[in-house]
């Protein structure tokens, strides 16, 4: 069973960095893309980054270039999330996600198998 464990979550102001983590058991994230996604009150759950396995890349959502960046210890079985110069539109409950053998476009929420329990950033003046 693959559990996706997120922390790093909290209250922060405008313009501050927070790094979220996820670490993964239950079976070895070397093979697995893995993502973050988000969901905001009342919206949808949407795309935030995703790292490719062995070495294959990464995307970000328009929103997270220049200001976020996702990065993978397969060793530790953990991915991050560094996210700087945070807006209160960034104000969400963050999703960690896993993949394994698929070829779909990495911001596809539904090709992600494995999910985290999330965890809540507050972006506030």
């Known amino acids: 069973q693959v559990q996706l464990v997120e922390s790093g979550g909290g209250l922060v102001q405008i313009g501050g960095s927070l790094r979220l983590s996820c670490v993964v058991s239950g079976r070895t994230m070397r093979y697995a893309d893995m993502g973050w996604f988000r969901q905001a009150p009342g919206k949808e759950r949407e795309f935030v980054a995703a790292i490719a396995w062995g070495g294959g890349g990464t995307l970000e959502a328009d929103f997270a270039q220049d200001r976020f960046i996702i990065s993978r210890d397969d060793a530790k079985q953990t991915i991050y999330l560094q996210m700087n110069s945070l807006k209160p539109e960034d104000t969400a409950v963050y999703y960690c996600?896993?993949?394994?053998?698929?070829?779909?476009?990495?911001?596809?929420?539904?090709?992600?198998?494995?999910w985290g329990q999330g965890t809540q950033i507050t972006v506030s003046s």
């Open positions: 996600a896993a993949r394994f053998g698929r070829l779909n476009p990495l911001d596809q929420d539904a090709s992600y198998g494995f």
